[in-house]
């Protein structure tokens, strides 16, 4: 599973990919701080919906 995370705190994406790494632990994510970010990494990825 390939998730994105986006979001322009860092407390946010730092809390929601804590989360996601308990239930998810083999799950590849990465994050966005953003919306240019966002866009770069959302085009060089094949992403899960």
């Known amino acids: 599973m390939k998730i994105l995370i986006a979001d ?3 407390i946010v994406r730092s809390g929601l990919i804590q989360l996601l790494r308990e239930e998810y632990p083999f799950a590849i994510i990465e994050e966005a701080g ?8 959302a085009m060089q990825k094949k992403w899960d919906k």
């Open 8 to 10: 322009d705190h860092a």
């Open 34 to 41: 953003d919306a240019e970010e966002l866009v770069n990494k």
